[in-house]
Nanobody
Framework: EVQLVESGGGLVQAGGSLTLSCAAS???????????IGWFRQAPAKEREGVSC????????YYAVSVKGRFTISSDNAKNTMSLQMNNLQPEDTAVYYC???????????????????????WGKGTLVTVSS
């Protein structure tokens, strides 16, 4: 069974940093590279929104405008693990962060073009990030 398990959430003061990780289990090494993987977040009373994604095959990335320059996504294909380094966190970053993935087919376009809730194949259960002011 393919699963995504998030870790690394917590409470941090504004201006601080956190690193989220997502471990993908049930994938073979070759299967993992067939996927784009990344993060959505959902703040209280708001819709779930795409944050960032990375193509596991070529490392191509996408960032939402709200996090560009502050967040960095990376993937360790040998460990089937993806991470999101979040710097200069602000109260508006407070949300449950969900790891998600979708299988990429030819032509292999930037994952950001497909990074929407209804396009995902697999979801994690989420990890809470709280940023205090």
């Amino acid at each position: 069974e393919v699963q995504l398990v998030e870790s690394g959430g917590g409470l941090v003061q504004a201006g601080g940093s956190l690193t989220l990780s997502c471990a993908a289990s049930g994938f073979t090494y070759e299967d993992y590279e067939d996927y784009a993987i990344g993060w959505f977040r959902q703040a209280p009373a708001k819709e779930r929104e795409g944050v960032s994604c990375i193509d596991s095959s070529d490392g191509d990335t996408y960032y939402a405008v709200s996090v560009k320059g502050r967040f960095t996504i990376s993937s360790d294909n040998a460990k089937n693990t993806m991470s999101l380094q979040m710097n200069n966190l602000q109260p508006e970053d407070t949300a449950v962060y969900y790891c998600a993935a979708f299988e990429v087919y030819w032509p292999r376009l930037n994952c950001g073009l497909s990074w929407r809730v209804n396009a995902m194949d697999i979801w994690g259960k989420g990890t809470l990030v709280t940023v205090s002011s």
